[in-house]
């Protein structure tokens, strides 16, 4: 179905000339799937997942380089799209160019994220909150913004055909303010709100929204936390059980469940008291306010 060329999208801008993406004979074939953050951890994980059971992939990350191995690793089933998810135009060139050659996704996993410790009495972590908001939120909404009318014009309710389903990565971090980790779980929230108002907001048209939290997952954003992370999945496990969410198009699922079971008890917690259990919860390391650098 697919010859065995690449190409390499020539063209002016240098975003595009990140753009690496097979070569198609019959795209309409193929589950179609568009990943962000697939360079590493759960994106990397969810990309496997969906590439070794055939599935072709759009990849966004930064980090270009490790979407072209993951190419070589799969020839012939995964676009490279190196780009910031905060860049809306990027998002929106390499969307337009994976819908032509490959179709309408029918599966958009909003993924990429960036977590570190922020204290808002340090004028430095300013720019921190600023970097996690907008990559784990408003990076959230221009990864899904330019499939949406394609997934709506897709879907044909009266035939059984589903549009497609948007799926946000958020955490169990999102369910009560993290002491030490105002940005994260603010921003995780904040996804948690923004992926309902758009389930609602798409109700009937087709086109799913499937919100997942995970607990802790083993990645490299979770390698160097300083603090016991209960039921802990590898990030291959967490990987099939949430494509087993979005095959179900569960609308809100927890991964692992025990998590589930945590995060509804955290929610009901009576503010006093979940002050006095957290106030000396340890904190994740600051990294005096760069996002890039590992912690
Ligand atoms: N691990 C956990 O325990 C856990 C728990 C709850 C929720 N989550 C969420 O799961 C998602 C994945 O996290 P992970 O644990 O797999 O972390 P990770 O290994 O650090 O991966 C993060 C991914 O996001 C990408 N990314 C970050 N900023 C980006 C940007 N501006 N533009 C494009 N891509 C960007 C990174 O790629 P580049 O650096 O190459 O751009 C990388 O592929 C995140 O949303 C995270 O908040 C994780």
Known sequence: MLDQGYGIQESGNSAAAAFSVPRLLNPESFLRIVISGASSGIGLALARYYLTRGALVATFARRGELLAALSTAFPNQVFVYALDVRDAAAVQRAAADFMARAGCPDVVIANAGVSVGTLTEFAEDCDAFQQVMDINVLGMVKTFQPFVAAMRANSSLTKGRPGGVLVGIASVA????????????????????????????????????VTICPGYIRTPMTAHNPYHMPFMLDADVAAARMARAIERQTSFTVIPWQMGVVGRVLKVLPRCVYDYLFAKAPHKPRNNGDVRRKT
């Open 174 to 209: 999102g369910f009560r303010g993290l002491p030490g980790a105002g940005a994260y779980s603010a921003s995780k929230a904040a996804a948690i709100s923004y992926l309902e108002s758009l389930r609602v907001e798409l109700r009937g048209t087709g086109v799913r929204v």
